[in-house]
């Protein structure tokens, strides 16, 4: 008993020294500031961090921003996961990579997004140079005082910027590991049209079309009963007009539908009522979407995209005769421009990253769920590369995880991890 109660003493002085240590390392290292969180669960310490960053990685002169981050120490000889978000990140979530592998974690929100964001917005410096010179900057700040190996991951949009960070900066981290990172050629990816053409079974993909129809057919009932739930949620349309967010929205319904894992029993058939449909579209796809609130969160996103990212668009082919507030000549975007600006695509980089992955994206796991409509778009398996390709049978966006990995594909990967990181996972 007493032996027991000595270890439980030893190993909480042991966390308290070390929760010492990484504070006073944080005091010490230049461009970062930082403040006390509520540590996670299996952690010694965890910090809110303000880093700062220069406007232009090539130009210092212009100004600089501080980006948040968020780190979770375990211990400075292990590992270390960044966690690279495409988007504004306030809390402090553990990965699953790090969770596997025990590892610190520092968690980073994108340029231009959330409490990362420079005094005014000059979004000639948000382009994947820039942010990969973020990371590269952090990676090279905290390698002064973590030894362990390094590893990179990120979801959705935070997984384009795992690779095309390993693309610029190919010696920053041992193992990169994106999940349903979409990996999109040009501004209207054509793909997206071929998978939603195809995906589950016909009777399915004619339901989906019927919805959209119904609504179209009874825009005149429809709009009064989603301007009902649109004061309710308090949404305002100015960036897009009422009519013309209703019009987006109709088109976006099949993209949602199997991007966030709807499943076919669950759309109402034609003969339900109208207010039964329009409850099922609204918690598939809605209005919220496309007001004047989520322009404003993700203007950066949208830039990116149409700048040099790439993104999708909504085929009209079925619809044009219901196209009445947007132009119907051609397949509208999904991209909405900050200030319906105009700016010149170029998408070189991704262009340039796709061709070297090929045969140079070595130690990446891809993981993705073959419900997901952006899976169609996802890197694909490449021979001669050491790397895994993962398509979870039937999970969408949200879906494709670690956790809901077969057993076989999860020993697959714990295997590769353990030869990449040299190292044996628990």
């Not at 948040?68 to 375990?74: E, L, M, T, V, Y």
């Not at 082919?317 to 010149?344: C, G, Q, R, T, W």
């Amino acid at each position: 008993m007493k032996k027991t109660s000595f270890f439980i003493a030893f190993v909480l002085i042991a966390n308290l020294i070390s929760a010492q240590n990484i504070r006073e390392q944080l005091f010490n290292l230049p461009d970062v500031m930082f403040e006390k969180v509520l540590t996670p669960v299996g952690y010694e310490a965890a910090y809110e961090l303000k880093i700062r960053q220069p406007l232009d990685h090539n130009d210092p002169s212009k100004g600089y921003f501080y980006q948040r981050a968020f780190i979770s120490h375990a211990g400075f000889d292990e590992p270390i996961v960044m966690v690279t978000n495409g988007y504004a990140n306030a809390r402090n979530r553990i990965s699953e990579p790090a969770e596997l592998l025990g590892a610190n974690q520092i968690n980073i929100e994108h340029r231009f997004f959330g409490e990362s964001m420079p005094d005014s917005i000059d979004f000639n410096y948000l382009n994947l140079e820039q942010v990969a010179g973020d990371l590269h900057h952090i990676n090279e700040i905290f390698r002064t005082i973590y030894s362990g190996k390094w590893i990179s991951t990120g979801i959705s949009k935070g997984g384009q910027t795992t690779i095309f960070y390993r693309y610029f900066y190919p010696k920053d981290v041992d193992v990169s590991m994106p999940y349903v990172a979409p990996s999109t050629r040009g501004l209207e990816d054509k793909r997206i049209y071929t998978f939603l053409d195809t995906v589950g079974s016909k009777e399915c993909r004619d339901a989906i079309k019927e919805v959209q129809f119904t609504l179209f057919k009874n825009r005149e009932k429809v709009l009064p009963l989603l301007k009902w739930y649109t004061y309710g949620a308090r949404l305002n349309f100015n960036y897009l007009k009422f009519e013309e967010a209703f019009e987006y929205a109709v088109l976006e319904y099949p993209f949602s539908f199997w991007q966030w894992g709807t499943e076919c029993s669950d759309i109402p058939s034609k003969d339900t009522d109208l207010e039964t449909i329009l409850y099922h579209f609204v918690k598939v796809s809605g209005l919220d979407f496309f007001s004047d609130e989520s322009m404003e969160s993700f203007a950066s996103h949208y830039y990116q995209a149409g700048s040099e990212m790439g993104y999708y668009g909504y085929d009209i082919s079925d619809f044009k005769e219901y196209i009445k507030a947007l132009p119907n000549d051609k397949n509208p975007s999904a991209i909405f421009m900050p200030n319906k600006m105009k700016v010149d695509f170029d998408n070189s980089v991704p262009q340039k990253m796709q061709k070297w992955i090929k045969t140079n994206g070595n130690q990446f796991i891809y993981i993705n769920g073959n419900k997901d409509t952006w899976s169609v778009t996802a890197e694909r398996e490449q021979k001669g590369v050491d790397a895994l390709w993962f398509f979870l049978e039937g999970k969408d966006h949200g879906a494709a995880r670690i956790k809901n990995m077969t057993d076989k594909q999860r020993e697959q990967m714990v295997a590769a991890l353990e030869r990449w990181l040299e190292l044996e996972i628990e």
